[in-house]
């Protein structure tokens, strides 16, 4: 039977995507591109062969670092054909860098060991001063990153006093280096004890990542602080330590007061204590003039002329009662003097009619009793008479 080149191709595929589902391959990058779509072509090579791969834009998302020209991996994925032009490749569906699978799950191990003994509980961890006298440094005396620390804390707080222990910090000894001066400066009275280095790959920040290392800072009596690598960087250390910066310039930002924020800060309370004096000053001295005030209101001589002001109230008032009073008397008078003169005998002048008198009292006839002496007067006479006889009408 004869197949077109399509045909044979399709075969081809089925057989080849059928029968290699899964494929482990160690080797050599070459010829690496990042396409437009996302996609990422690269050949896998060993010292006599070849061998084309492909990873689409789903798995490359997944990548935590960027494929270099001669970076040895492990590649996991599946043969494929593509069968416009004949040619079989590996779909990845993941690429690690060859060594680092080891010492990945080496890592997530001792996390998870380290996570279930309370290693990275918030409890355990110690607070760190606001303003810290005394720093230890164990980093490379060396490195650019103890460069870096020491400028930002020249900018930041130049009072604080820096001491450098230099250790190794890559390499088999390294771990055992820290540790020891870990150690050392526990000892020595420090507010702060800073470990740490500058960036590189997971081999050459591995000393941070060792068992021994984390339990020397774990019982450390001094706050320590994990300033190792790059941002994206986690070591274990960074887990244990009572604070993780993300570099080693940082850890300094992190730890060390701003000295020009705090000048500031003094500026700010200096105008609000001057503030809050005068208010004060102002407070009191208006409670000054209240007391003030009252004290003149109180003294001997206003209460002499507050008196001597009643005294002359009491005087008018005095005066206005004593000529109401005497005024109503004087109209009573006027009134008894008219009521008088109308009842005077001397004064009637009608005929017949007298007033009759007992004893300088005037009476009237039923009070009369036989031999009485009255007087009998009217306005022109005043007769002496004595009662002889008395019939009732």
Not at 12 to 38: C, D, M, P, Q, W
Not at 174 to 182: E, L, R
Not at 199 to 218: C, H, K, R
Request: glycine share 4%; charged share 25%.
């Amino acid at each position: 039977m004869t197949l077109s080149v399509s045909a044979l191709n399709e075969q081809i595929k089925n057989v080849l995507e059928s029968t290699f589902t899964r494929v482990y391959v160690e080797a050599e990058l070459s010829r690496i591109t990042y396409h437009n779509s996302g996609h990422i072509y690269f050949t896998l090579k060993d010292a006599t062969a070849t061998i084309r791969a492909v990873m689409f834009r789903g798995n490359a998302k997944r990548l935590k670092f960027r494929l270099e020209e001669g970076l040895k991996v492990l590649v996991d994925g599946a043969l494929t054909l593509y069968k416009p032009r004949g040619e079989y490749q590996i779909n990845c569906f993941s690429v690690e860098p060859s060594g680092a699978g080891a010492l990945a799950l080496a890592y997530e191990q001792l996390k998870e060991r380290l996570k279930q003994q309370g290693y990275f509980e918030s409890t355990c961890k110690k607070s760190l001063p606001a303003f810290p006298r005394k720093i230890a440094v164990i980093t490379s005396a060396t490195g650019a990153a103890l460069q870096d620390m020491l400028r930002v804390a020249s900018e930041r707080w130049p009072l604080v006093q820096i001491d450098v222990y230099d250790v190794l910090v890559q390499g088999e000894r390294a771990a055992p280096s820290i540790v020891k001066m870990v150690t050392y400066a526990d000892t020595q009275e420090y507010d702060i004890i800073v470990i740490g280095r500058g960036g590189g790959s997971i081999e050459d920040l591995w000393a941070f990542n060792e068992e021994t290392v984390a339990e020397a800072i774990f019982h450390a009596n001094t706050p320590v602080v994990s300033a190792v690598g790059h941002e994206i960087d986690w070591v274990i250390s960074d887990y244990v330590a009572d604070l993780r910066a993300p570099t080693p310039s940082a850890a300094m930002q992190m730890i060390l007061p701003d000295m020009n924020e705090m000048r500031q800060t003094l500026d700010s309370l200096g105008t609000q204590m001057t503030q809050g004096i005068m208010q004060k000053i102002r407070y009191e001295q208006e409670s000054v003039l209240a007391l003030k005030r009252s004290f003149s209101n109180l003294s001997i001589p206003n209460r002499l002329k507050q008196q001597a002001e009643e005294i002359k109230e009491l005087n008018i008032r005095f005066h206005q009662s004593i000529r109401i009073v005497l005024d109503a008397k004087r109209r009573d008078l006027k009134h008894i003097e008219a009521l008088l003169h109308a009842n005077n005998p001397k004064l009637r002048s009608k005929k017949g009619i007298a007033q009759i008198s007992k004893n300088g009292k005037v009476i009237a006839l039923s009070d009369l009793h036989v031999n009485d002496d009255v007087h009998l007067m009217d306005s022109a006479y005043d007769i002496v008479a004595t009662i002889k006889t008395i019939e009732k009408i």
